[in-house]
């Protein structure tokens, strides 16, 4: 069983930034992808950002050109580095770790507000 541990989020006014970071119980390397997905109250679960493990990596356009995805394989980490941010993108914001099997954390609340 793999766990995966998110932190890094909280209150932050609009235009500040977070660093989220996601814990991985077993080597990171042995995934085929990392990811971070969000959920916002009333919508559905929606991709935010992911890391292959060849280290391509894919954003949503509402990520793009503000948020940035990286990997620690040393460190079983992954990390979102968000800026700029907006109210849209309150959410609970969850660690996927892909490969016959998502798994998933618990997720950590991100609440963007003045």
């Known amino acids: 069983q793999v766990q995966l541990v998110e932190s890094g989020g909280g209150l932050v006014q609009p235009g500040g930034s977070l660093r989220l970071s996601c814990v991985a119980s077993?080597?990171?390397?042995?995934?085929?992808?990392m990811g971070w997905y969000r959920q916002a109250p009333g919508k559905q679960r929606e991709m935010v950002a992911s890391?292959?493990?060849?280290?391509?990596?894919n954003y949503a356009d509402s990520a793009k050109g503000r948020f940035t995805i990286s990997r620690d394989n040393a460190k079983n980490t992954v990390y979102l580095q968000m800026n700029s941010l907006k109210p849209e993108d309150t959410a609970v914001y969850y660690c996927?770790?892909?490969?016959?099997?998502?798994?998933w954390g618990q997720g950590t609340q991100v609440t963007v507000s003045s």
């Open positions: 996927n770790a892909k490969e016959a099997t998502d798994y």
């Open positions: 077993r080597k990171i390397a042995s995934f085929q992808a």
């Open positions: 890391v292959k493990v060849t280290g391509t990596t």
